[in-house]
Each structure stands twice: as C-alpha cells, then as structure tokens.
C-alpha cells in the first residue's frame, strides 16, 4: 500500500474537516442558511486579503477571476503592462491580448523577476499605460514577485496595479490595503486548501472608479453587478455552492492559526524545502526571492525532469509537477502550499533521494531530510 | 426535528454517494487517474447529449456557460432573435446586449410559449438572423419550450439555434443530434443532482463553423481551446476536479436507471405534482407544455406566494422557491428534478396542504396527495 499524497503546486490537499462539511446535504443559496454563511464568508475572506474591500467570489477558476480583472477595469486599445517571467505572467498577456488591449511586455528570464526600478521606468516613460499586471507568487518558476515596490511605483502613477495572487493568497503576505494594491485576484485550489471552482476578486478604490468607465463587454464576469449582489449577501448567479460551504471552515481554520503564523509555516516549509535540495546537490531554479508556496528544482544534469514525476508517482503515490512550457524536462516543482505542515516536506524530500538513487543518481540518503530537519530546528 | 428537503428548482438534493465521492481526498488533474475518470465522464456526457460532439465541462455555472455559447459562435452587431416568455429568456437578452448584439425579442406572457411557426416566420422576414436562442425548459415559469419544432426551422435557415438546457439536461428528451440542436448549454446543479460550479456546452458541426469566424473576445470560455484539451482527456484551465468526480458517479447512476426511464421519472414527477395542485384548487402558471423540472403554482387569491415559501421552511424545512422578477408574489415554484422520487412529491403535496391550513385556506387534507397517487399508481 502506497498512501497518495498530492504534493503539486495546486490543486492543494483539502483537510478532511472541510472534504466532509462540503459533503453536507446541499442547501440553496437562497436561504437564510446560507446568508449567515455567506456573511460569514465575506468578513473572513476581507481578513485574509487584509482589506476594506469586498472579496467578491466567482464560480470559476483562477483564469476566470484573471479575465474578470482585466475586463472590468480595462477597455479595448488600453495600453498595458505585463511582468513576463513564467507562464502565468504568460496568460495575463494572452488574457490582455484575446481582449484586444496594448500589451508592453516587461520581460525576464523564467526563474527571475523583474525589479519596481524597471515598472517605474516603464511609467515614466509611457504615462499612458492603464494597468501593471503581475504575479505575486509565479508558480511555473518559483518565483516571489515585488508586489509591494510594484505598487509603491503604480500608486505614483495612474496605472492600476493588478497582481495574480492565485498561488500567494493565504501563503505570502500581501496587504491589499497597507501596500495599495489596486487589484487581487485569487483562487480556492492553493492557499485555501479546498477544490478548484472558486475565484475571486477584490477591487480597491482606484479600480472599483476604473469599472465605471470600462468598455469591454462582460455579463458573466461583471463585478459591479457581482458586488450589487454580495453586500446583500447574495451571489449575481448560482453560486459554487458547496465549496463557498467549505470555505467557511478553511476560513476558520487559518484565523485559528492566525495569518502571520500562516505565513510563517509557509516561510519555513519553502526554507526546509530549498536547504533540503540543495543539501543533496541539486539548483533551484529560481535566481530571484523564491516562493513559499512552491519550489522549482532543476533535475540533475542529463535527467528529463519528467522522468522524476514519473518516479515520484509510481514508486510512492506522490504528485508533483513538472515543468510548464519551455520550462518542461528541465525542473520540477515541488509544492508546500495550503494544508501543508513539516513531516510533509520530510516525505518529499526522503521520497526525492529515494526517486534520485533509483534513476542512478549518487545520493548521500537523509541528507535532504537532515538539511529540512535543521531548518525546523530554528527557533521559530 | 424537522429534516431538511431542498425542493427548488435548483441548486437540487445531491446523492449521499455522489457527495462522498466527491467528499474523496483531492486528486490532480494531470495525472493517469484524472484521465481515466475524464475518459469516463467524456463518454457519459456524450450518451446524456446524445450526441457524437463532445461536451464541454467549464468551471463555471450555467450562466457562465450561456455566455461561452455566445461569444464563440457570434459576432458584434450579429442580429439574433431570442425566444422571451420568462426570466432565464430575459438573461438571453441581457448576455447577447452585454456583448453588442442586435437582439430581437420574440416575446411571450410569462407562463406561454413562442410556437415554432412565430420562429419561422421571423426567420423568412429576417433571413439575417444569425442565431435563434431559447429556454428548452424556462425555470421561472415551468413551461417546456419546442425546442424540437424550433430546430426543425432553424436548420433550414443559416441561423443557429442556441438551447439553454440548464434545467432539462436529464430531465426531458433533448436528443441533441437527432433533432439538429446547434448548440446545448447545461449545468451541474439542476437533473445532474450536483453542487452548482459546473457548465456544460456541446456544439454541432454548423456552431463549430461559425466558431471560425466569431469576432467577439473570449479567453477563460473559448470553447475551440478548450475542445483541443478535451478530446486529450485535460482541461484547458484548472477544471473543478471535485464535481467531475461527483459527475462520473452521476454519469453511472443514470446509465443504471437508462435515460428513457429518467425521462418518464420526471414526466411522473412532474404530473403528480400538477395533478396534486390542482386537486387543491390551484391554478398552474404553465398555460403552455409544462416543464417536467419544475411546476410553478399560482398562490391563491389573497395570498403572497412568498408566505408560502417562507411558510414551508418555517414549519417543515423545506425550501422550496418563489417566483423570479414580476412573477414575485404571485407563484411558487416546487422542483421535482434530478436526485427526485414519488414519494419526494407526496412530501411536497402534503406539506403543502398543511402550509395552506395554516395560512386560513380551505383545505381537503389529504387531497392533493391523493391525486399524486393516483398519478403514481398508472401504469408506467
């Protein structure tokens, strides 16, 4: 026996407690059960992006929640600018693209970020662009993109800052609010520990004034009409009902732990994570603040990184991911992120020395777990 | 103690096996496991449609797929011709003027129907319509559209013709192919006894052509995208994993009980519970064919249809709905679809009884469930 054990960069274990308060009897959104939950929902989730503003949840993925950024605050011809440094800086320009806006590309090498210095400079150089769109956590590289200078720099201008924190959202702290950032997106399958379906958006002042004269067409994704109905504790559509039901207990959960211990364990897992590779020789791929939500390694030289998940997953159960892209064969991408504690990276990683020796690798066995071990050890 | 009974016309009861199914530890969506269920799944959603087009799944709610059928077979300023006789018609109109289109309304009262003919005609005097959408089964009202006969006319036309089947997807007979239904749109929520959080569009040869040249900008719902994923077992974005999984178990429970069967479940279902309304002196909003989903009863003279609503969950925890828009006060609606059987409808007849008792109605205890029996005890 083989216990399965997803250790991805998304989808994300969900903890038993909420896999079973998602399979209570299902109840209609109508309802005054489901307001008080729905109420309760909306101030946790404010809690979590640390802000004022209505986190407006919506039936559909990640993607989903991206486009319904950029079609709500943007029109057609807008000249805009986009962080490409992974695939997901990637699909906001092909989001941007599909719906017609000007994109200035701000690009750097897959596994490096690109400095505030570089959107300042870009700022001042066209102040007619509309919108800076990033990541916070690039989950193809590993990557820890500079939110706060990026919105240090947008605030300056009249450029919104709209940041992906599908992969940072209860993981890295990013005070929506305090740092100014215009636009958060998320989504359910990382941080918050429960299936995807769920998306989300939270509009600050600059972006909710944006929406007003916004003229790119929306009806499913339109989050004026979205927050019309939220304040009343009501849904535009039907709602994902069953996994709003277990949002409410994953909110539970983390503010029992409490956000800033949150982002700790996610700090110290990503630290273990990296020492634990690197004590057995292998590079990190990110040359840039790596994530807490995810590691990207790269395979050892001659080794196709997918023949490493492919190990992963016939000799112990375990999913982890390759590389995206043209980021594929080379790394590999281990993810500590959401319903994720200490002895998990333990497995990963003893199960990586195990997964290296068996494709011929020379491995000094517990030499990743020692490394883990010694980064828990700290004084927290 | 009073049990809970969802008997809304949707978000609808969800098996216990379906939720624990679902209520299984989180799986990737790229790895063997996911593609064998998704190979499963593919194939019974084909046998659903009946047809040989695959069938989309779309994390998103039935609006979102709505809008998917729009913007990727039509264009800005395309004149399109939209069947209005209830609130879901009205979103047709809503989803097609949000994205530029030239919208004509072929309107009926609330409670009848558009006869084929009335689109024929208006098919000769406009032979630029470019699409003709409609309700199969308009959930406001309880009336079931002729979508056969609008078909029959449409393919003899270059319009398409756009099938909401949110609430009859396994419910009413809808062979897709057979009848020449240009492209059908469902969701998870309604006969697919899921939670809400799945969209579903299928597309015939005649929609996947004009897919080629439809101008309007999509991203998150590009259908053709997301069929190149689909007929490789993947998805193009993060699919809500959790209720596909619930979906395979539905996939196999109505295979179990053949589509034909389920068919005539509902029209019992649905006969039952006009027969027993009416016993009790109630009138039928439907002045068209009923719809086999849903049964929309016209509160009695007096009476705000809301007390009703508010008088079930008060007094027996049940929730049914009221009526949508204009129709508020005056009808309340009884769902009878997907996880829904005889004796659900004696609940619901019963209950009814002695909500009316207690609202100061006359009432002949035991009437309406009577004439529900009756219904029961025909032969099938």
Redesign the interface.
């Known amino acids: 026996m083989k216990k399965?054990q997803?250790m991805?960069p998304?989808?994300?274990?969900?903890p038993s407690e909420v896999?079973?308060a998602?399979?209570?009897?299902?109840?209609?959104?109508?309802?005054?059960e489901y307001d008080a939950l729905f109420a309760e929902v909306r101030a946790g989730l404010k809690t979590l992006v640390q802000t004022e503003q209505e986190v407006l949840p919506l039936?559909?993925?990640?993607?989903?929640a991206?486009?319904a950024a950029v079609v709500n605050t943007l029109s057609?011809g807008d000249r805009v600018a986009v962080v490409r440094a992974g695939t997901f800086g990637e699909r906001w320009i092909?989001?941007c693209r599909?719906?017609?806006l000007d994109v200035l590309e701000l690009a750097a090498p897959f596994g490096q970020t690109v400095p505030a210095e570089r959107v300042a400079a870009a700022l001042r150089a066209e102040p007619r662009l509309r919108a800076v769109l990033v990541q916070h956590s690039e989950t193809s590289t590993g990557v820890l993109h500079d939110v706060r200078g990026y919105a240090a720099v947008t605030r300056a201008s009249d450029a919104l800052l709209i940041v992906d924190a599908v992969s940072s959202l209860g993981i890295a702290d990013l005070p929506m609010d305090a740092w100014g950032v215009d636009v958060v997106v998320a989504?359910s399958?990382k941080g918050l520990m429960l299936?995807?379906?769920?998306g989300f958006c939270a509009l600050g002042d600059r972006a909710w004034a944006r929406t007003r004269t916004s003229t790119?067409?929306?009806?499913?994704?339109?989050l004026t009409e979205e927050r019309r109905c939220v304040v009343k504790n009501e849904a535009h559509?039907?709602?994902?009902?069953?996994?709003v039901v277990g949002l409410r207990q994953v909110l539970r959960m983390l503010e029992r732990e409490g956000l800033p211990n949150v982002f700790r364990r996610h700090d110290r897992l990503a630290r273990a994570t990296r020492a634990g590779a690197e004590a057995l020789g292998l590079a990190l791929f990110a040359r840039a603040t790596p994530s807490p939500a995810v590691t990207a390694v790269v395979a050892p030289p001659g080794v196709d990184s997918e023949r490493i998940v492919a190990a992963y997953?016939a000799a112990h159960n375990i999913?982890i991911?390759g590389g995206q892209g043209e980021m594929k064969g080379t790394l590999f991408r281990l993810g500590h992120m959401g319903y994720a504690a200490e002895l998990d990276v333990i497995v990963a990683l003893a199960a990586l020395e195990q997964v290296l020796a068996d494709l011929g690798q020379p491995v000094d066995f517990g030499a990743g777990v020692r490394a883990a071990q010694k980064v828990f050890a700290e004084k927290a």
Not at 237 to 243: K, L, N, Q, Y
């Open positions: 399965y997803l991805a998304g989808p994300t274990p969900v896999l079973l998602m399979a209570q009897p299902m109840i209609h959104h109508r309802t005054p039936a559909c993925s990640g993607t989903g991206m486009e057609a092909e989001i599909a719906f017609r989504g399958q299936p995807p379906g769920l790119l067409p929306k009806y499913y994704l339109n559509f039907t709602p994902a009902v069953s996994i997953a999913t991911a």
